[in-house]
Structures are given as structure tokens and as C-alpha cells.
Nanobody, 123 residues
Framework: QVQLVESGGGLVQAGGSLRLSCAAS????????MGWFRRAPGREREFVAI????????YGADSVKGRFTISRDNAKNTVYLQMNSLKPEDTAVYYC????????????????WGQGTQVTVSS
């Protein structure tokens, strides 16, 4: 059974930090590209960050770059999203996703998705 379980979300004041975790099981984690996406109320799903099998990373919106860091621990089958200097506009449900291929920024080619974790940033 393939499973992606996000955790670490919650309520935080603007300027604060959170670290999201996504625990994977049921597949060979090290062979998969992992991505983070988010969806805010009234907004379309947005690409946040990606980490390839090599450990190479890339980020989405300019507002995310420099504040968020994606990482993975293959021994723990876990991908992380460290979020610093959080802003109210970061409020969203954050999802992790896994892809046996190269992933991408649209989310259309990902094989597995988690249920999401809520991040709320107060002003």
C-alpha cells in the first residue's frame, strides 16, 4: 500500500517557521522525485518545490525562493519542507507528491499524493 503522510502544519505567526514532513511507504522512495505543492482557498494548486533523485532541488514562485528549503532523507523515506519567514499569503494546504519520473511543476505527472497538511500564517 502506497502512502504519503504529511505532518508539521499548524498555526504560526508571520515571520515564524515551520518544517513540514512527508513520510512515504509502499514504494522505493529513493527512486522517486518528490515535490511539494500547495492550494490556498480560491486559488489553483501551486508548485512550491521539487527534489530529484540526485538531490538537486528547484523552487516555484519567487516569493518562495530564499525562504523555503526542500530536502530528503532516503534512509527515513521522508521529504521535508523547511519554511522560514512565513507570510500570511503562505496560508494553504500543503501536499507532497511522488513521481517515478522527473516530476514537474504542473503536478499532472505525479504518481502519488498525500492528503495534505494545513498551514495557517497569522498577520
Amino acid at each position: 500500500q502506497v502512502q504519503l503522510v504529511e505532518s508539521g502544519g499548524g498555526l504560526v505567526q508571520a515571520g515564524g517557521s515551520l518544517r513540514l514532513s512527508c513520510a512515504a511507504s509502499g514504494f522505493t522512495f529513493s527512486r522517486y522525485t518528490m515535490g511539494w505543492f500547495r492550494r490556498a482557498p480560491g486559488r489553483e494548486r501551486e508548485f512550491v518545490a521539487i527534489i530529484w533523485r540526485s538531490g538537486r532541488t528547484s523552487y516555484g514562485a519567487d516569493s518562495v525562493k530564499g525562504r523555503f528549503t526542500i530536502s530528503r532523507d532516503n534512509a527515513k523515506n521522508t521529504v521535508y519542507l523547511q519554511m522560514n519567514s512565513l507570510k500570511p499569503e503562505d496560508t494553504a494546504v500543503y501536499y507532497c507528491a511522488a513521481d517515478a519520473g522527473g516530476g514537474g511543476v504542473t503536478g499532472s505527472n505525479y504518481d502519488y499524493w498525500g492528503q495534505g497538511t494545513q498551514v495557517t500564517v497569522s498577520s
